[in-house]
């Protein structure tokens, strides 16, 4: 699976600790991460929490990319950008638990994360264990068979000629 990294420029200076975590974490699992900045504070292109909705959207439906880690001060903002977009479920993350639940029953692509609140001494530990919790079942493989399929059920798609048919009523003009 390919996991992109995405960060917005209030949180870009600790883009290095959350990409080498990221790494630590899921690459043993055989995850490829790429890291789409920003890369430090003072880099040139300032990316806002709107701008990695846009970007994350691009990755995920162009298929450069198959989950997306993402955050800001609380991770709020990023969770509402990414969520404006079709093709992207981005779950808030805070804590492992959160990110348990999330990947078994939501099962979305992209997961925000405050990196800000709560982020203290050992925030490098939560965020392992967030890693560990959202990628250590096999999620993103083809059937982990740990999804709950019933919380999202495909649409059920009918042959030409049967299923439910249109309305036929009088077109008002």
Known sequence: ?????????????KNALIEATLRKVVEPMGHEVVNY?????????????????????????????DYVITGCGTGEGAML????????ICGHVEDPVDAYTFAHVNDGNAVALPFAKGFGWGGELNLEYIF?????????????????????????????????????GRLRR
């Open 1 to 13: 699976m390919k996991i992109a990294l995405i960060n917005e420029n209030s949180q870009a200076a």
């Open 37 to 65: 900045g920003m890369y430090a504070a003072d880099d040139a292109a300032q990316l806002t929490y709107v701008q990695n909705g846009i970007l994350a959207a691009v990755l995920l439906n162009s298929g450069a990319a």
């Open 81 to 88: 950008a990414l969520n404006s977009f079709p093709g992207v």
């Open 132 to 168: 560990e919790k959202l990628f250590g079942f096999g999620h993103g493989q083809e059937d982990s068979g740990r999804r709950a399929r019933h919380c999202f059920p495909r649409p059920v798609r009918h042959p030409e000629g049967s299923g439910p048919r249109p309305r036929q």
